[in-house]
């Protein structure tokens, strides 16, 4: 809150710093020409002052708060300029020459009085209602802090001459500023001390500490922050320390009784276990700014951010960079990926040259306080492709889809760690704010049953649709593929079974833990399962194999298969392939979160299942994550897997075709999905003979427009060792790891964290993903960390047993009494002891 506001009305340097720091500071126009006007300045224009409208525009947009205009100037600016930009100045007996025009098209008044009657002046303030309302007095009479406290308390703000100021201490005549700044304030504590909020220039909170009237006076007139310690007395900050700070501002709260000290802090921080601030580590961009102000300061050589400080045309091609992939960006995870990029090397740009993020946003709020604004269209250089005739949208952007198709290039050596967790994200949304998305997708469903289903599909997979499900025995023309196709699937499905039916847990486990106590362990099918088939962008009879071998495998008595429909309302004959052939009980036509809600909570048509297994787009795995946690579904999910991803690690014997035909299988699964290559110790030109033989390749495939998207997104990691880039390996936890490695099966043992192997140079992903054996169905976003790939296991539970005899009872028994006793389970141990009893 303002306490005053002073009026510069005679040449006072000395004064105008130290006001700086408690508020705004009034100038009278005919002297503001002659000043450097500080931030938060009011414009008094006098009476005598001739009208000019590109005067008043002038001040405005050079970052004056507001206009203190007489009541003729009020009449031309009302129409012209914003209300809150304007404050009235009225002696006390014009206020019948106000009109309601004027009243409403301003913010406040400023009132001239010959002297100060609180009682008149709150009377007049009832005239202008919600408008703020100060109080010059032409008296020479000096003002007192009892004064400033009526007033405030009837809701004005005294404006107080400079001439009537003084930093010396308050005489009859002048009133100490930091007296005048101090007297509303008041404290609820025993010793009388205010509560202070320290802060940096930017607002990020530093610490809590408490001030004094003395402490508060030093620090308004020194401009150092001076608090009282209630131990020491006076703590001028930094005075042994040498962590000194420069205050800002300082301001007091809205109930006058705590105060917030806004510093520049030096040396180490503010806090006395050598941290920035009390209450933890900096984060965001504060973090950054001071990360990069010790860079710039002593940066070790060859990091990267030396780098940039050194080479202003790296930094500028960097900018460039980071600006264009950012306009690229579509999605909410990857515009803030871009974004922080962005900042970052802009950052960096402004360190360099003694700039920081309080001087942004003194600049920023400066723009916004402008009246008059540029057109806002780009210059000729940066418009030119907007400017192709509308009618021509290919020719227009030709050269762009014509371009190189690249990844983004890291060397991991001078990447510092600040950066590196960023090359380990996926550019992906958070699953919460995708689960308040799909959350009135699936309660519709659950309450609406069929109908929201056939709604949900009619809307988001173009399907008008009159029955939701299909129940074997599937007609044969839904089911028929070509020879050869038909062919593939069952090899692959003969493979992918061999290998899932040597996992299924048929044998019980029989230990006997003590004599006459055994314990047993054995399988049994979940009786309910849902398989979802994503659709989409891809035909994927595969997943169904995938997710149906292991199914049919454990013996799951019913087999719910979803799978968004095609416009026709069909579903495509390979997936009813797969269907029929693994034993689906039935086939759910909807994709999607409605798919996901139905299977969890069943409809009028939907079998409701007991947990629900499958891939699929950002929707779909934030409803089954969902569905998961709603008790009334009772349901579980095989994991949170969302868009596909592989991470390729490939040394000096890599076949830099292969290695880019690999990265390219998974970039073609969506714009979402995320490749990554891992260089071991690659020179230049084999990097960029693998980087050419990724956008040759991409260039050749369908999914061109696809697969740019996604690289563009991704990265190649170079690193200086196989140890060095498993470590970065087993942090990433891909979803497929690929080994183009000499020696590969051996560097097999050191890998902690993946869903997927593939070792050697003959070992694509594909295979796996189609008809080596193992499953696709695996982990992403990091998962593998805790995550199994989906497994014959996946579909069976486990249920254990034990046996105890009467001997075995005599021996156990009182353990079993004793530990009861112990957590004061009474019952527990009498079921125990009842049975001791009769055996003895």
């Known amino acids: 809150m303002s306490v005053f506001l002073p009026l510069f009305d005679e040449q006072e340097d000395a004064l105008l710093e130290s006001l700086a720091r408690i508020g705004p500071i009034a100038f009278l126009a005919s002297r503001s020409s002659s000043l450097p006007l500080p931030a938060h300045s009011f414009i008094l224009v006098e009476h005598d002052r001739p009208f000019v409208l590109d005067e008043a525009v002038s001040w405005l947009d050079n970052g004056v708060d507001k206009l203190i205009v007489p009541l003729s100037w009020a009449k031309e600016l ?25 009243r409403n098209g301003v913010s406040g008044v400023l009132l001239k009085t010959p002297a100060i009657d609180l009682d008149l002046i709150a009377s007049i303030s009832k005239f202008f209602t919600g408008s703020a309302i100060h109080v010059l007095s032409n008296s020479s009479v000096s003002p007192t802090s009892s004064l400033i406290r009526g007033l405030l308390g009837i809701g004005a703000t005294p404006v107080l001459p400079v001439s009537q100021l003084t930093l010396s201490p308050s005489s009859a005549s002048k009133l100490n500023i930091a007296d005048a700044f101090l007297a509303p304030i008041v404290s609820d504590r025993p010793d009388g001390l205010f509560p202070t909020v320290v802060s940096t220039e930017t607002g990020h909170s530093l610490g809590l500490v408490y001030s004094s009237t003395e402490s508060v006076k030093e620090s308004i007139l020194t401009g150092k922050g001076v608090y009282q310690s209630r131990k020491h007395g006076l703590w001028r900050k930094g005075e042994t320390s040498g962590a000194t700070q420069d205050i800002v501002s300082i301001r007091i709260d809205c109930d006058s009784d705590s105060l917030e000290f806004r510093v520049v802090q030096h040396g180490a921080g503010f806090c006395h276990l050598n941290r920035a601030s009390c ?35 790296l930094l500028r091609a960097k900018i460039m960079e980071e600006a264009d992939e ?45 009246v008059t604004r540029r057109t806002g269209n780009a210059k000729p250089e940066w418009s030119q492709k907007q400017s192709a005739p509308p009618s021509s949208p290919k020719t227009r952007d030709a050269t762009v889809e014509d371009g190189p198709i690249r990844m983004r290039s890291y060397d991991l050596a001078v990447t510092p760690p600040e950066e590196r967790n960023g090359l380990l994200r996926r550019p992906v949304l958070k699953s919460e704010e995708m689960m308040n998305k ?38 044969a023309e839904t089911m028929a593929v070509e020879r050869e196709v038909g062919e593939a699937i069952k090899t692959a499905y003969a493979n992918i079974k061999k290998f899932h039916e040597a996992q299924a847990d048929g044998a019980t486990l029989r230990v006997e833990t003590m004599p006459g106590v055994v314990c047993s362990r054995f399988a049994r099918p979940i009786a309910r399962v849902g398989l979802y088939v994503p659709g989409g962008t891809a035909i994927l009879p595969s997943t169904a194999l995938m997710l149906g071998i292991p199914a049919q495998v454990a013996g799951c008595r019913e087999i719910v298969l979803a799978t968004p429909p095609r416009p026709d309302g069909s579903i495509s004959p390979e997936v009813m392939y797969v269907a029929n052939l693994v034993g689906a009980s039935a086939v759910l036509k909807a994709g999607g979160a409605q798919a996901v809600a139905a299977l969890a909570y069943g409809t009028e048509s939907v079998p409701k299942v007991d947990k629900i297994f499958g891939p699929g787009n950002q929707w779909v795995t934030a409803a089954k994550m969902l569905v998961q946690n709603d008790t009334d579904a009772l349901v579980s999910i095989d994991m949170p897997a969302g868009p596909s991803e592989v991470l390729v690690i490939a ?92 020696n590969a099966s051996e ?91 009769e055996l003895n």
Request: glycine letters at 6%.
């Open 747 to 837: 560097q097999v043992k050191y890998i902690d964290n993946a869903g997927s192997v593939f070792v050697g140079p003959y070992s694509p992903e594909s295979c796996g993903d189609y008809a080596s054996g193992t499953n696709h169905t695996l982990p992403t976003n990091g998962y593998a960390r805790q995550f199994s790939g989906v497994n014959t296991l996946s579909f069976q539970k486990h249920i254990t047993s034990q046996e105890i005899t009467q001997s075995g009872l005599r021996g156990l028994g009182p353990v079993v009494a004793t530990l009861a006793d112990c957590e004061g389970l009474e019952a527990h141990a009498n079921a125990v002891r009842i049975r001791l009893k």
């Open 438 to 475: 799909v959350k009135p997708i699936v309660d519709d469903v659950r309450s609406r049953g069929d109908a929201a289903l056939l709604e949900l599909t009619a809307k988001f997979d173009k399907a008008k649709l009159t029955s939701t499900v299909v129940f074997p025995p599937f007609a």
């Open 326 to 370: 950012l306009c690229r960006a579509e999605q909410k995870a990857d515009v803030a990926f871009e974004a922080a990029d962005l900042f970052y090397f802009a950052l960096t740009k402004c360190i360099a040259a003694g700039v920081g993020i309080s001087d942004i946003e003194t600049s920023l709020d400066r723009k916004a306080r402008r």
């Open 279 to 313: 209450f933890g580590e900096m984060s965001g961009l504060p973090a950054l700014e001071s990360t990069l102000r010790s860079r710039f300061q002593s940066a070790p050589e060859g990091s990267y951010t030396k780098r940039l400080f050194n080479d202003p045309e």
């Open 78 to 102: 009302i129409e012209l300029i914003s209300s809150d930009r304007l404050l009235l100045m009225l002696d006390v007996a014009n206020i019948s020459a106000v009109s309601d025009k004027v």
């Open 651 to 742: 040394d000096y014997t890599a076949n830099p075709g292969f290695v880019a035909a690999d990265l390219l299988s998974q970039a073609e699964h969506g714009v979402d999905s995320q490749v990554v290559l891992v260089a071991v110790d690659l020179d230049e030109a084999k990097l960029a003979e693998i980087e050419k033989e990724v956008d040759v390749q991409a260039h050749a495939l369908s999914r061109v427009d696809i697969v740019r998207k996604s690289v563009s997104k991704s990265i190649i990691v170079k690193t200086r060792s196989v140890q060095e880039a498993i470590a970065f390996s087993n942090n990433y936890a891909p979803e497929h790891l690929i080994l183009h490695l000499e």
